[in-house]
């Protein structure tokens, strides 16, 4: 008899464990899902959250109404505390806290590759990484890198900066662009230094042989304002 008491007690505590956990893991996915629903975000990015794991021993009660969810800081932060109450237990509340994480589409290496290497479409892919994770000038499309040359080598799945490419590199043909009166004016000219997108490097006119600095725009091409 009391081994069938005992047994009772101990299926009947694990249901109640196991109710409880249930529970607790609801109102954890509801403070992410009702963190999400106030942020904006656009394609480039994606969003982690994950909220802390809430301590079965503490009393969630039956609420018949839906739980409601604020911000207790009345902002979205790094770290968020969600306030859930119940309006039929007024003197019920929980703090549950939300970690955000920001992850951005950077580029980097699709595989290997070695340096001096002029960079394909299939040599580039993108990849979401945390934001705290990315230093100096990363890029967050394929088509500006496509032909642009790699100064050092490369890993699989390495970020690629502005520090590890020359746009136009120093010896390269370049395309002089000049404004001149309104009217867009090209001749072809030579690199003598190295630079990325927005970087200013000296360039000779090839038919002039004159020496100018104009601003890196594209691959092969260089914005000179007279």
């Not at 969003?47 to 009393?59: H, K, P, S, Y």
Request: charged share 20%; aromatic share 4%; with cysteine.
């Amino acid at each position: 008899m009391l081994i069938k008491i005992a047994a009772s007690l101990l299926l009947f505590c694990f249901s109640l464990t196991a109710h409880t956990s249930e529970r607790h893991s609801q109102l954890e996915k509801a403070a992410v899902d009702f963190v999400r629903s106030q942020i904006t975000y656009d394609k480039s990015q994606k969003i982690e959250l994950t909220a802390n794991q809430l301590d079965d021993r503490v009393a969630i009660p039956d609420c018949s109404t839906p739980y409601r969810y604020s911000l207790a800081n009345g902002e979205i932060r790094r770290n968020t505390s969600v306030l859930v109450t119940c309006d039929e237990q007024a003197n019920w509340r929980i703090y549950i806290p939300v970690r955000k994480q920001v992850l951005l589409a950077v580029v980097v290496a699709a595989s290997p590759i070695q340096e001096g290497a002029a960079l394909t479409n299939s040599q580039l892919t993108m990849t979401f990484l945390p934001e705290n994770r990315l230093r100096g000038s990363y890029f967050t499309e394929l088509s500006p890198l496509v032909g642009a040359k790699l100064r050092r080598a490369m890993r699989k799945d390495q970020i690629i900066t502005g520090r590890d490419i020359c746009i136009v590199c120093k010896g390269d043909a370049v395309t002089i662009s000049a404004n001149a009166g309104g009217l867009n004016v090209t001749t072809q000219g030579t690199a003598l230094s190295s630079g990325t997108i927005g970087d200013n490097i000296r360039v000779r006119n090839n038919q002039s042989q004159r020496l100018v600095t104009g601003r890196v725009k594209a691959v092969g091409l260089v914005d000179v304002k007279l």
